[in-house]
């Protein structure tokens, strides 16, 4: 990680980490938004837990950093969804086959029982549809920002990208949402 003060880049050895106690204790209370920022990434449960799980298993080895924690266990999550996209690719494992049927990784995410107007469940799945049509660059970065509510300069650490593309990309993802959806967000 680039050190803007002493001008050189850091390893986690020369950082200062948190405390394994310290670091259980936060990892329980970023499980919530750990899981639906792998859902974000995943579009499905069953690989978003499979995702938490490696998530917090390389980090309870790793370690996080005290300055930027949750830039951290951001950026980690993300990097082995990426690795496991590449081995999925290697062996050509995006589905399965259960049965003699072909059998896709999406998820059915469970609507929220509060929202039982038609219009609320039209207006869920307009969405998500939408969010699927997305880049996943756009997809990652809105649900950073919107799902997971950090802010754009903790999204630019943990992506290592410049504040201007966050803002650039948060921008053209939204721009992209209301035109699917009619501009109605």
Same mark, same amino acid.
């Given at each position: &990680?680039?050190?803007?003060? +002493?001008?050189?880049? !850091?390893?986690?050895?020369?950082? +200062?980490? /948190?405390?394994?106690?310290? $670091?259980?204790?936060? !990892?329980?209370?970023? &499980?919530?938004?750990?899981?639906?920022?792998?859902?974000?990434? @995943?579009?499905?449960?069953?690989?978003?837990?499979? $995702?938490? #799980?490696? +998530?917090?298993?390389?980090?309870?080895?790793?370690? /996080?950093? %005290?300055? *930027?924690?949750? *830039?951290?266990? %951001?950026?980690?999550?993300?990097?082995?969804?990426?690795?496991?996209?590449?081995?999925?690719?290697?062996?050509?494992?995006?589905?399965?086959? =259960?049965?003699?049927?072909?059998?896709?990784?999406?998820?059915?995410?469970?609507?929220?029982?509060? =929202?039982?107007?038609?219009?609320?469940?039209?207006?869920?799945?307009?969405?998500?549809?939408?969010?699927?049509? $997305? @880049?996943?660059?756009?997809?990652?970065?809105?649900? &950073?920002?919107?799902?997971?509510? /950090?802010?754009?300069? #903790?999204?630019?650490? *943990?992506?290592? !990208?410049?504040?201007? @593309?966050?803002?650039?990309?948060?921008?053209?993802?939204? +721009?992209? /949402?209301?035109? #699917?959806?009619?501009?109605?967000?």
């Amino acid at each position: &990680m680039w050190n803007s003060f +002493t001008g050189s880049t !850091l390893n986690m050895s020369e950082r +200062t980490v /948190l405390a394994d106690e310290v $670091l259980r204790r936060y !990892l329980v209370e970023e &499980m919530g938004s750990m899981r639906r920022y792998a859902l974000s990434l @995943t579009g499905s449960l069953h690989d978003a837990d499979d $995702l938490v #799980q490696a +998530t917090v298993e390389r980090v309870l080895t790793g370690g /996080l950093p %005290v300055d *930027a924690p949750k *830039a951290w266990l %951001v950026r980690v999550c993300k990097n082995l969804w990426i690795d496991e996209i590449r081995k999925r690719k290697i062996r050509n494992h995006d589905s399965y086959s =259960e049965e003699g049927e072909e059998v896709s990784h999406v998820a059915d995410i469970p609507s929220n029982p509060v =929202e039982t107007r038609i219009d609320d469940v039209r207006r869920y799945d307009a969405i998500g549809e939408a969010l699927e049509k $997305l @880049t996943e660059d756009h997809r990652v970065i809105l649900s &950073m920002i919107v799902v997971e509510g /950090l802010s754009y300069a #903790q999204v630019a650490e *943990a992506l290592e !990208l410049p504040v201007g @593309t966050v803002m650039s990309r948060v921008a053209r993802a939204r +721009t992209s /949402l209301r035109k #699917q959806i009619g501009g109605e967000i």
